[in-house]
Protein backbone atom coordinates (compact mmCIF):
# COMPACT_ATOMS: atom_id res chain seq x y z
CA UNK A 1 0.00 0.00 0.00
CA UNK A 2 3.00 2.05 0.72
CA UNK A 3 4.25 1.52 -2.18
CA UNK A 4 1.32 2.62 -4.12
CA UNK A 5 0.35 5.92 -2.39
CA UNK A 6 4.40 6.28 -3.30
CA UNK A 7 3.97 6.04 -6.82
CA UNK A 8 0.70 7.96 -7.17
CA UNK A 9 2.42 10.76 -5.48
CA UNK A 10 5.53 11.18 -7.62
CA UNK A 11 2.97 10.46 -10.60
CA UNK A 12 0.88 13.72 -9.80
CA UNK A 13 3.31 16.20 -10.19
CA UNK A 14 4.60 14.37 -13.61
CA UNK A 15 1.33 14.14 -14.93
CA UNK A 16 0.53 18.02 -14.08
CA UNK A 17 4.32 19.27 -15.13
CA UNK A 18 3.31 17.82 -18.98
CA UNK A 19 0.40 19.47 -19.33
CA UNK A 20 2.10 22.73 -19.12
CA UNK A 21 1.10 24.45 -22.56
CA UNK A 22 4.74 25.92 -23.09
CA UNK A 23 7.03 24.51 -25.20
CA UNK A 24 10.01 26.78 -25.81
CA UNK A 25 10.78 30.22 -24.21
CA UNK A 26 13.27 32.69 -26.40
CA UNK A 27 14.94 35.92 -25.27
CA UNK A 28 16.90 38.24 -27.13
CA UNK A 29 18.14 41.98 -26.60
CA UNK A 30 19.69 44.79 -28.66
CA UNK A 31 21.38 47.55 -27.32
CA UNK A 32 21.17 50.76 -28.95
CA UNK A 33 24.25 52.45 -29.13
CA UNK A 34 24.56 56.35 -29.76
CA UNK A 35 25.78 58.05 -32.72
CA UNK A 36 28.36 60.12 -31.14
CA UNK A 37 31.22 57.50 -30.56
CA UNK A 38 32.52 57.65 -26.33
CA UNK A 39 35.74 59.76 -25.58
CA UNK A 40 36.16 63.13 -24.91
CA UNK A 41 33.23 64.96 -25.42
CA UNK A 42 30.97 62.54 -26.18
CA UNK A 43 29.18 59.66 -24.62
CA UNK A 44 30.49 58.11 -22.05
CA UNK A 45 32.00 54.72 -22.84
CA UNK A 46 30.69 52.82 -19.31
CA UNK A 47 26.87 54.53 -19.21
CA UNK A 48 24.64 54.25 -22.27
CA UNK A 49 21.21 56.46 -21.75
CA UNK A 50 19.94 54.68 -24.45
CA UNK A 51 17.54 51.97 -23.82
CA UNK A 52 17.67 47.60 -24.74
CA UNK A 53 15.38 46.29 -26.49
CA UNK A 54 14.10 42.77 -25.78
CA UNK A 55 12.74 40.35 -28.42
CA UNK A 56 10.87 37.69 -25.49
CA UNK A 57 8.67 34.72 -27.39
CA UNK A 58 6.87 31.70 -25.98
CA UNK A 59 6.22 28.99 -27.79
CA UNK A 60 2.90 27.01 -26.85
CA UNK A 61 0.81 24.02 -28.17
CA UNK A 62 -1.36 24.88 -30.98
CA UNK A 63 -4.57 25.87 -30.15
CA UNK A 64 -3.91 27.12 -25.87
CA UNK A 65 -5.10 30.39 -25.20
CA UNK A 66 -2.69 31.77 -22.93
CA UNK A 67 -2.50 35.46 -21.26
CA UNK A 68 -0.13 37.23 -19.08
CA UNK A 69 0.39 39.79 -16.61
CA UNK A 70 4.25 40.53 -16.61
CA UNK A 71 7.80 38.80 -16.94
CA UNK A 72 10.69 39.20 -14.52
CA UNK A 73 13.73 39.80 -17.34
CA UNK A 74 17.12 40.51 -15.27
CA UNK A 75 15.48 40.60 -11.88
CA UNK A 76 13.16 43.55 -12.96
CA UNK A 77 9.51 42.92 -12.81
CA UNK A 78 7.49 44.32 -15.99
CA UNK A 79 3.92 44.69 -16.70
CA UNK A 80 3.73 42.25 -20.30
CA UNK A 81 1.04 41.47 -23.22
CA UNK A 82 0.74 39.02 -24.95
CA UNK A 83 0.53 39.41 -29.13
CA UNK A 84 0.32 36.43 -31.81
CA UNK A 85 2.91 36.48 -34.38
CA UNK A 86 3.61 34.28 -37.14
CA UNK A 87 6.58 32.01 -37.50
CA UNK A 88 9.05 32.24 -38.65
CA UNK A 89 10.50 35.53 -37.04
CA UNK A 90 12.87 37.46 -38.34
CA UNK A 91 14.55 40.87 -37.84
CA UNK A 92 17.44 42.48 -39.92
CA UNK A 93 21.38 41.31 -39.14
CA UNK A 94 22.81 44.55 -38.87
CA UNK A 95 19.57 47.45 -38.49
CA UNK A 96 22.11 50.16 -39.43
CA UNK A 97 23.69 48.63 -42.29
CA UNK A 98 20.56 47.73 -44.63
CA UNK A 99 22.04 44.46 -46.40
CA UNK A 100 19.03 42.42 -46.61
CA UNK A 101 20.12 39.84 -44.09
CA UNK A 102 18.30 38.59 -41.55
CA UNK A 103 18.82 36.81 -38.25
CA UNK A 104 15.62 34.30 -37.55
CA UNK A 105 14.66 34.39 -33.87
CA UNK A 106 11.94 31.63 -33.85
CA UNK A 107 11.91 29.35 -36.46
CA UNK A 108 9.00 28.09 -38.48
CA UNK A 109 6.67 25.97 -36.16
CA UNK A 110 2.99 23.96 -36.49
CA UNK A 111 2.36 25.28 -32.66
CA UNK A 112 1.26 29.36 -31.62
CA UNK A 113 3.85 31.86 -31.43
CA UNK A 114 3.60 35.28 -29.05
CA UNK A 115 5.72 37.85 -28.53
CA UNK A 116 6.12 38.99 -25.13
CA UNK A 117 5.26 43.33 -25.29
CA UNK A 118 7.39 44.74 -21.99
CA UNK A 119 5.61 47.77 -20.79
CA UNK A 120 7.00 49.65 -17.40
CA UNK A 121 9.41 48.44 -15.00
CA UNK A 122 8.03 47.84 -11.47
CA UNK A 123 9.62 48.29 -8.31
CA UNK A 124 8.12 45.24 -6.85
CA UNK A 125 10.00 42.20 -6.70
CA UNK A 126 9.35 39.05 -9.49
CA UNK A 127 8.53 36.58 -6.69
CA UNK A 128 5.23 38.55 -5.47
CA UNK A 129 3.85 37.71 -8.79
CA UNK A 130 3.40 34.66 -9.75
CA UNK A 131 3.10 31.68 -7.09
CA UNK A 132 5.67 29.03 -6.02
CA UNK A 133 9.12 29.89 -6.45
CA UNK A 134 10.97 31.53 -9.52
CA UNK A 135 13.37 29.35 -11.13
CA UNK A 136 16.75 30.59 -10.15
CA UNK A 137 19.47 31.37 -12.80
CA UNK A 138 16.99 32.38 -15.54
CA UNK A 139 17.35 35.64 -17.16
CA UNK A 140 13.71 35.82 -18.24
CA UNK A 141 11.05 33.98 -16.38
CA UNK A 142 7.23 34.93 -17.84
CA UNK A 143 3.97 34.29 -15.60
CA UNK A 144 1.49 32.46 -18.57
CA UNK A 145 -2.07 31.32 -17.35
CA UNK A 146 -4.29 28.92 -19.22
CA UNK A 147 -7.74 28.43 -17.76
CA UNK A 148 -7.20 28.49 -14.32
CA UNK A 149 -3.53 27.48 -14.18
CA UNK A 150 -0.77 29.52 -14.16
CA UNK A 151 2.40 27.98 -15.90
CA UNK A 152 6.30 29.78 -16.18
CA UNK A 153 7.89 30.31 -19.57
CA UNK A 154 11.54 31.05 -18.41
CA UNK A 155 14.41 31.35 -20.24
CA UNK A 156 17.97 30.50 -19.02
CA UNK A 157 19.98 33.93 -21.15
CA UNK A 158 19.13 36.12 -23.27
CA UNK A 159 21.05 36.50 -26.87
CA UNK A 160 22.33 39.68 -27.77
CA UNK A 161 21.89 40.72 -30.96
CA UNK A 162 24.43 43.40 -32.68
CA UNK A 163 23.82 46.83 -31.42
CA UNK A 164 22.07 49.40 -33.60
CA UNK A 165 22.84 52.50 -33.80
CA UNK A 166 20.24 55.18 -32.73
CA UNK A 167 18.49 57.80 -34.80
Not at 150 to 163: C, M
Request: charged share 15%; hydrophobic share 40%; aromatic share 6%.
Amino acid sequence: MKRALFLLFTAIPCALYAQSPVIQTLAYSRQMIPGIPPGPGGASATHNPLPTSYFLFVVVKKGTSVSTTGACVQGKWHTATLKRVAAPVEVDEDPGVPTGKKRTLVEKTADDVYRIELQDAQDEACGQHVRGALPQGHDVVVSLQSGGAQWLAAAKAIVALRPAAAP
